[in-house]
């Protein structure tokens, strides 16, 4: 069901108009630098040429280069309703992402891309919905939220649960308040540990889910975090009795030419850049279950 | 407290999710010093050290369980919220608790008294193992999620 017409969906892979070699990317200009936690920022980019503005589907990616240093994948975290900006949410962790956490406004980056398979929405259409995210997980995963929030009618019960390790990692702050105020929704925060000034849920995303309100076998879930996270959420979905086939992860692996040629971002029978990032956790759970894949 | 008083926190304990299924029997027995109480945002439940001379069924509101030393603040490493029980310090020798416990929303409990609940467990080791199986499951899950926690799983 749901999986089969996901992995038959056809995503452009956004190559800029006309002749454009498939690896070049389109100069953008910083517009704007939000510090989200203290290795976290989010960039808000628009391209230099009008012509080169991006539509993409939430949970797809861009190759994004800062000159002189090199090139990485980034999760889209904006909102496809607005394509005329490309916001992408970066944790400083490598050499790349280090220097493009450090750009400043008016500074250029080349992007490629919208790349991959986003978040199959329409299959989730006339269902409940949970979405799980972890740590950093939540930036790809606000993309279709928009979408959610904008089409809210055309779902069942919607369930965000977000988890971070402490009240300080948790990205997009007042925005997820926001959220906790609507009654079309129900938001639970959870975080590993926290001081005296958190009045929220403390343990792990997975202690979230029986306690849910979702009608498990007409529910879909969108799952996003660190690997770990999604194999432990996936299980207490699934024990919870969500469909495997309706369960989506989005995966993450070391991208070199998001083409599907290169073969870095292999992962089992799949590339990841090019069949996901997005996957059904029917096709993911036996290879979940292997170590150092 | 009164015959019908004891009754109906007896009742109300019935309808305790960690309660369905057991001997309403005793459990009305175990019940027969317990206390319904509530608890304002900040206020403690249970301290560190102190003897565990109860424990409690939350039914309403929230509640942290923090550690801390005298080096560092208190860190909350567990929340527990309505429909779960809270502690079993009471059950395990030296019967002191290993934690504090505080109310972070308004809270609403029933505390029930160690010492009637020890003797109805040991007194009836009928009703004893099914409550024991009962809270079995409780500990093995948050052993599970403790697991889990320590995966830093958020982190990544």
């Known amino acids: ?293 | 407290m009164s015959a019908s008083a004891s009754e109906a926190i007896g009742d109300r304990v019935l309808s305790h999710p960690f309660f369905v299924g057991i001997d309403p029997t005793l459990v009305h027995a175990m019940a027969s010093k317990a206390e319904l109480r509530t608890y304002e945002v900040g206020e403690m439940l249970v301290r560190e050290g102190k003897p565990a001379e109860e424990f409690f069924l939350v039914f309403e509101g929230k509640v942290a369980l923090e550690v801390g030393a005298s080096d560092r603040a208190g860190i909350t490493v567990e929340t527990i919220g309505r429909g779960e029980i809270l502690g079993w310090s009471w059950l395990v020798s030296p019967h002191r608790w290993r934690f504090d416990a505080r109310a972070i929303k308004p809270t609403s409990v029933i505390a029930i008294n160690a010492a009637s609940a020890r003797y109805a467990l040991a007194a009836h080791p009928a009703f004893g193992y099914q409550f024991l199986m009962k809270l079995l499951p409780v500990i093995a899950e948050r052993l599970e999620n403790t697991r889990v926690q320590l995966l830093d799983i958020h982190g990544g």
């Open chain 1, 1 to 293: 069901m749901a999986a089969e017409s996901h992995l038959r969906t056809s995503h452009s892979h956004g190559m800029a108009s006309g002749a454009a070699h498939p690896y070049a990317p389109r100069p953008f200009v910083v517009r704007a630098r939000t510090q989200e936690t203290p290795d976290t920022v989010t960039l808000r980019l628009l391209p230099r040429e009008a012509r080169d503005r991006l539509s993409f589907h939430g949970g797809q990616f861009n190759m994004v280069y800062v000159f002189g240093v090199g090139e990485c994948a980034i999760s889209i975290s904006g909102d496809p309703g607005h394509p005329e900006e490309l916001v992408h949410t970066v944790r400083a962790v490598g050499k790349v992402t280090n220097a493009l956490a450090a750009l400043a406004p008016d500074a250029v980056v080349g992007v490629r891309g919208p790349y991959g398979r986003g978040w199959p929405l329409d299959s989730a259409k006339g269902r409940d919905l949970v979405i799980v995210a972890g740590g950093l997980g939540l930036p790809p995963l606000r993309p279709i939220l928009y979408e959610i929030f904008r089409q809210r009618e055309a779902f069942g019960r919607v369930e965000i649960i977000y988890g971070a390790r402490t009240p300080k990692d948790l990205v997009f702050y007042e925005e997820v308040q926001t959220w906790r105020h609507r009654t079309d929704l129900n938001l639970q925060t959870t975080v590993d540990a926290a001081g005296r000034d958190w009045y929220g849920d403390v343990g792990v995303v997975t202690t979230r889910i029986p306690d849910a309100r979702f009608d498990a076998p007409n529910t879909s879930a969108f799952v996003c975090g660190p690997e770990i996270m999604m194999k432990f959420t996936a299980q207490a979905l699934a024990q919870r009795g969500v469909p495997s086939d309706a369960i989506w992860l989005s995966m993450e692996r070391n991208m070199k030419c998001a083409l599907g040629f290169c073969g870095h971002c292999q992962y089992g029978p799949s590339f990841v850049c090019r069949d996901g990032p997005v996957l059904p956790y029917r096709t993911l759970a036996p290879l979940l279950a292997l170590k150092e894949v």
